[in-house]
């Protein structure tokens, strides 16, 4: 029987309109008054906010959207290719596309 993984706490939405307040102000420290979109989630990437795993399992969903069309609606060989590209299973690939996914929705992620 497989281990059960512990699903992830949501946070209050205090939490997130404080957590926007500070990254805001440390944003336009170190960018100035206009940071970019780009700016941000490199600031994040770097600080560690936004981690490695998230950011890969972030790409792999983009990817298989795109690849998809590339492949002319082939799951199969949209499959071998992410897991080429990203070094993983066929296996891992399908559970980060299906499994993440559901968890890139605000209600997933904050308690309202």
């Given at each position: 029987?497989?281990?059960?993984?512990k699903?992830?706490?949501?946070n209050?939405?205090?939490?997130?309109?404080?957590?926007?307040?500070?990254?805001?102000?440390?944003?336009e420290?170190?960018f100035?008054?206009?940071p970019?979109?780009k700016?941000?989630?490199?600031?994040?990437?770097?600080?560690?906010?936004?981690?490695?795993?998230?950011?890969?399992?972030?790409?792999?969903?983009?990817?298989?959207?795109?690849?998809?069309v590339?492949?002319?609606?082939?799951?199969?060989?949209?499959?071998?290719?992410?897991s080429?590209?990203?070094?993983?299973?066929?296996?891992?690939a399908?559970?980060?596309?299906?499994?993440?996914?559901?968890?890139?929705?605000?209600?997933?992620?904050?308690?309202?």
């Amino acid at each position: 029987m497989p281990l059960k993984r512990k699903k992830q706490k949501q946070n209050k939405i205090d939490v997130v309109k404080d957590f926007i307040e500070i990254a805001g102000v440390t944003l336009e420290k170190r960018f100035g008054l206009y940071p970019t979109c780009k700016d941000v989630v490199k600031h994040f990437v770097e600080k560690g906010i936004i981690e490695p795993k998230r950011l890969r399992n972030f790409m792999i969903i983009a990817d298989f959207d795109k690849m998809l069309v590339t492949n002319k609606g082939s799951r199969t060989n949209t499959w071998m290719d992410l897991s080429i590209k990203y070094n993983i299973s066929e296996s891992q690939a399908q559970n980060i596309v299906y499994k993440d996914r559901k968890k890139s929705s605000a209600s997933s992620n904050i308690t309202y």
